[in-house]
Structures are given as structure tokens and as C-alpha cells.
T-cell receptor
Framework: KAGVTQTPRYLIKTRGQQVTLSCSPI?????VSWYQQTPGQGLQFLFE???????NKGNFPGRFSGRQFSNSRSEMNVSTLELGDSALYLC?????????????FGNGTRLTVT | QQPVQSPQAVILREGEDAVINCSSS?????VHWYRQKHGEAPVFLMI?????EQKGHDKISASFNEKKQQSSLYLTASQLSYSGTYFC??????????FGAGTTVTVRA
């Protein structure tokens, strides 16, 4: 089975721009979770989608949004980028929901905001 | 709410044992353990659901004390391949897994 695929792998944007990150889960997985990873903050939960519905959201500003499509693929959008948004964004899929099933992580998208 | 992990870092020689602790102030639905090597994605090790069960993965095992809302990861007879950052993840319900800050494990020959 193919793993979780995230595109693009690297992005460089300037402050004020917006960005869309994409995640294709493992075939058959209906849950997709997004995390922001920075050296100082570890893995911070952004949101989790299950069957196209957002089930939970982390403590991030409204500039961070996401959605899930009927084929379980998910996108994350960040508008009005700030320098502090520079991070590795990880997507993870699971067969069940994030609390009771193992998460399978993609290799992430490295976002640099200048 | 993020769980608290300790210690922040540990250095071992091959063959030595280590324990990583994870605690929460709220009642937990489940505890997960992941390992991330430098430049790679986190990899699932094991999940413990309510019930105080203990699970194992090679010579890595974990326990979950439901009454204390604590979990411990045991690295036994460590190998060089055990090096990496270990994260515990806790869920209060069946959605939203929150991770601790991580414990960096370095195993030396």
C-alpha cells in the first residue's frame, strides 16, 4: 500500500501570502489529521477530519483552515502568512479516528516564510 | 491539552535500559507512542487504550496506569536503532491526539 503523500515537500513564501498544502491518505483511511512541528513547540494539533467533517480543531488562529474531500484527500490553507508560520506541516491518516487508531504520517511539507 | 513528558533527553550505551514517562492532568481515552528519527516522519510504535494494558514492540514496551493518567515507555537492552525522539500522544476522546514535547534518546556504542 502506498503511504501518506504530502505535496509539495518544500515551499518558500513571503509574509502576507497564502498557501495550500495537500495530503493524500493511505487508501481506505477516512481520517486525516494535521500537525505543525517546530523545534521549540513539538507537534501541535491543527485539526482532524473524518468523512469530510472537521471533528476537532487545535488552538490556531482562523488563518489556518482545512477541508477534506469525498475521496478522503485533504487540504490545509494558511492565509496572510506570518514569519512564525515557518514550520514542518505533517499530515497523518488513520483507519479509524485519531484517538483509537495508529496515525500514519507523511513526510511533511516544509514551509518557510520570509 | 498537551501531556507532559520526562525526561527531555537521555543518553544510553548499547544494552542499557531507559524509561520515558508521560502524564496528563485529565482522564485519558488512549495513549500512543511514536518515534521520530532525524529528518523523517514520526512512526507509530504502539497504542494503549483504557484498561491498564501493557503492549510490546520488539524490546520496547509500555504501560498505561488509568488511575494516575500516566504511561511509561520502557526501552530494554537498547540498540543503536533506538535513537530518535519519542513522543507520547494522548487522547481525551476518540478524536484529537495531542503530543508531548518529546524525549530525545541517544544510544551510543
Amino acid at each position: 500500500k502506498a503511504g501518506v503523500t504530502q505535496t509539495p515537500r518544500y515551499l518558500i513564501k513571503t509574509r502576507g501570502q497564502q498557501v495550500t498544502l495537500s495530503c493524500s491518505p493511505i487508501s481506505g483511511h477516512r481520517s486525516v489529521s494535521w500537525y505543525q512541528q517546530t523545534p521549540g513547540q513539538g507537534l501541535q494539533f491543527l485539526f482532524e477530519y473524518f468523512s469530510e467533517t472537521q471533528r476537532n480543531k487545535g488552538n490556531f488562529p482562523g488563518r489556518f483552515s482545512g477541508r477534506q474531500f469525498s475521496n478522503s484527500r485533504s487540504e490545509m490553507n494558511v492565509s496572510t502568512l506570518e514569519l512564525g508560520d515557518s514550520a514542518l506541516y505533517l499530515c497523518a491518516s488513520s483507519a479509524g479516528t485519531g484517538g483509537n487508531s495508529p496515525l500514519h504520517f507523511g513526510n511533511g511539507t516544509r514551509l518557510t516564510v520570509t | 491539552q498537551q501531556p507532559v513528558q520526562s525526561p527531555q533527553a537521555v543518553i544510553l550505551r548499547e544494552g542499557e535500559d531507559a524509561v520515558i514517562n508521560c502524564s496528563s492532568s485529565k482522564a485519558l481515552y488512549s495513549v500512543h507512542w511514536y518515534r521520530q528519527k532525524h529528518g523523517e516522519a514520526p512512526v507509530f510504535l504502539m497504542i494503549l487504550l483504557k484498561g491498564g494494558e501493557q503492549k510490546g514492540h520488539d524490546k520496547i514496551s509500555a504501560s498505561f496506569n488509568e488511575k494516575k493518567q500516566q504511561s511509561s515507555l520502557y526501552l530494554t537492552a537498547s540498540q543503536l536503532s533506538y535513537s530518535g525522539t519519542y513522543f507520547c500522544g494522548t487522547a481525551l476522546n476518540d478524536y484529537k491526539l495531542s503530543f508531548g514535547a518529546g524525549t530525545t534518546v541517544t544510544v551510543r556504542a
